[in-house]
């Protein structure tokens, strides 16, 4: 029971990822309040958590509107009390923001046919930005007062943040700016007893990656094929198996003295040249 008598707050907790983090934490005695933007996701996972035995409640809120975030902190403190840990789960990329071709093809600029970097939309490039950037800002702006004394904050970035991946540079900006938010946090915090770390996941197939991943009829894209060949386990992640990354984070007999760390989980992506 890891987390007995600990509040965990997790954004973007509909998602595939952040749902097992929460069905995790609450197996290990977490009260656990889930944010995000679709109210029947949330439920779905409400519900789950609550029929095996763990306590959960949801809370609709975009983590773009910090107001929003207010009214489910105000929410989950008389339900709960004070948030003990929180994971800023919430991001993930759009198609609107991601380009056709992975390299420049000539002429591409003057095409109206496909998204080139050419014509990106600044609004749809913003909102992938603002997603995982600032969604992750305003959650700790608003969360972290509750952890003044003692807490921990675990973010989300992601393999992008060391190597850009081809045609989402949107999605590869945010998470780079994540990991380096997470350090700068966790010097702002160091005499507070905050402790701020991420976990930069490899390759897990989410709602997000799926269009891109997989086809209409469920077989792999050639970007699929890249991913593996540059995965030196050759394969996809488990979302079970980023608990043991997330589990030491929060655990503050294990990593008291660990901050401003990003770790990453991706079956040795990062490791391998290609050769």
């Known amino acids: 029971m890891r987390y007995k008598g600990k509040v965990v707050v997790i954004t973007g907790a509909g998602g595939v990822l952040c749902s097992a983090f929460a069905e995790n934490m609450a197996k290990q005695g977490a009260s656990v309040a889930l944010i995000d933007i679709n109210e029947q996701a949330l439920k779905g996972v409400s519900e789950k958590i609550n029929s095996n035995g763990g306590v959960s409640k949801y809370y609709k809120a975009s983590v773009l509107e910090k107001s929003e975030l207010e009214r489910a902190h105000a929410e989950i403190l008389a339900d709960f009390g004070k948030c003990d840990i929180l994971v800023n789960g919430a991001g993930g990329n759009n198609p609107r923001a991601t ?32 997603l995982n950037l600032m969604g992750t800002l305003l959650p700790t702006q608003v969360f972290s007062v509750d952890m003044l004394g003692g807490g921990t904050i675990v973010n989300i970035s992601s393999m992008n943040a060391f190597t850009p991946l081809t045609k989402i540079p949107a999605y590869s900006s945010a998470k780079s700016a994540v990991s380096n938010f997470t350090k700068w946090l966790s010097v702002h915090f160091a005499n507070t007893g905050i402790r701020v770390n991420a976990i930069a996941p490899g390759f897990f197939v989410t709602k997000q990656n799926q269009a891109l991943l997989f086809n209409e009829d469920g077989t792999p894209t050639p970007r699929t094929d890249k991913i593996l060949r540059a995965t030196p386990m050759n394969r996809f992640g488990k979302p079970e198996e980023l608990f043991g990354a997330l589990d030491f984070l929060c655990d503050d007999t294990m990593s008291a003295f660990v901050t401003g760390t990003v770790i990453p989980v991706d079956g040795g992506f990062s490791a391998y040249s290609g050769v």
């Open 99 to 130: 380009t056709d071709h992975e390299y420049y093809e000539g002429g591409d600029e003057k095409r109206e046919d496909i998204k080139t970097f050419f014509n990106l939309n600044k609004e749809d490039f913003a909102f992938v930005f603002d």
